[in-house]
């Protein structure tokens, strides 16, 4: 049932990795995640560029998401070109060589018992 | 007042049943719920498929929601072709023979105090 | 600056009143909430169809949300021409005489710390 | 990779400010916060205007966004025309002078452990 689903391009107004954690790492761990399903039969390079209020943006990001897979990143883990700082408020704009489908979701455990978000970000052509 | 309303393919981003839970069951157990309202005189037969970050997708799985009704499903319960497993990141994309609402909700009881989300999924014709 | 913004039709996959809460009332009393913008100059006229999984729907509720007014409501408070009950899967459909903006929002209190869902809802002409 | 994306016309449906907090400040103080993305060359002049349900909308409160850059703010920061109040229900629309993209992002602290959502508001031309 291979098909192309979903935009090129999505947006997140809002990102931010939340500065502390209680609880196991790495379940419990306060992170900002990004997942991405790629229903279609080709592999989706996507690039990633992290946004703030007080200095020109970050990235690209490079990831792949391969055919007929999901992936599920957490912002912390991407290193390169520099790694992405926490307790800052940023923004991200992503675009694929394919149409995917984004959705935002965080883990905020700076507090005993975590608190969650999940959004499907803007999305675009 | 009967009428289609809604879309016939929709796209969860991020999907993931939180391996463990706290508190009485069946209320407070941690779940992915779909959930879709079907506002047309037609049932609506939808075919789900699980996508995965390290092997082909799963399904798919058959739902019936009736004509004018609601449906409310948790991923643990399907069990035709394979169980959904549970701690796993996944994706999901849904196909449905007329227009239906859907909208994505877990609960995730990992800890002593439960955390919700909810989401409209990416939704496509 | 008066304008409309919006849509006629929103629809609500997930819709559900937890069935106890924690906390004093009637703020952490838990409750699936609507929220309305009506940016426009001409008095919005609401019809709330709730749907079940297995009975016929309910309503319709008749609300009014004045011009260039918000209107919040939760769906506890409606009583005409039922009661809408609690600890009962739901979903609704609400059609507006003007576009107007709706949000759904619910507090569950179940548990000693409250949880919160927002979303918009799916919109349509 | 500078290029427009998003919308000039945002509604929120569901604003309000929790009443009170737990935890230290700022970091854990309860907020109801907007963000937004301007990824074009150009500043992005945006004005918000507060709807109530029982009075005439507030505003316009002036914000810009620089151009490639994020910019979040918490209501409570909002003090020209006036102070934007706790405890109540209110609705927002925002006008931008080049597309952009916000999110809503609210912290209830109200209890013990914090709450979140998130939600991409509707978005309109």
């Given at each position: 049932m291979s098909e192309e689903v979903g935009k090129r391009v999505w947006a997140v107004g809002d990102c931010r990795i939340p500065g502390w954690s209680h609880g196991?790492?790495?379940?419990m761990q306060s992170h900002e995640g990004l997942s991405f399903l790629n229903a279609s039969d080709r592999d989706a390079e996507l690039e990633l560029e992290v946004f703030f209020e007080d200095r020109d943006p970050a990235g690209p990001y490079d990831l792949t998401v391969p055919a007929r897979r999901t992936k599920h990143v957490r912002?912390?883990?991407?290193?390169?070109p520099e790694p992405v700082p926490a307790a800052t408020d940023m923004a991200l704009l992503i675009r694929s060589s394919v149409p995917v489908v984004a959705q935002q979701t965080r883990l905020d455990s700076r507090q005993a018992e975590n608190a969650l978000i999940s959004v499907i970000p803007y999305a675009s052509d």
């Amino acid at each position: 049932m291979s098909e192309e689903v979903g935009k090129r391009v999505w947006a997140v107004g809002d990102c931010r990795i939340p500065g502390w954690s209680h609880g196991p790492e790495p379940e419990m761990q306060s992170h900002e995640g990004l997942s991405f399903l790629n229903a279609s039969d080709r592999d989706a390079e996507l690039e990633l560029e992290v946004f703030f209020e007080d200095r020109d943006p970050a990235g690209p990001y490079d990831l792949t998401v391969p055919a007929r897979r999901t992936k599920h990143v957490r912002l912390n883990e991407l290193r390169d070109p520099e790694p992405v700082p926490a307790a800052t408020d940023m923004a991200l704009l992503i675009r694929s060589s394919v149409p995917v489908v984004a959705q935002q979701t965080r883990l905020d455990s700076r507090q005993a018992e975590n608190a969650l978000i999940s959004v499907i970000p803007y999305a675009s052509d």
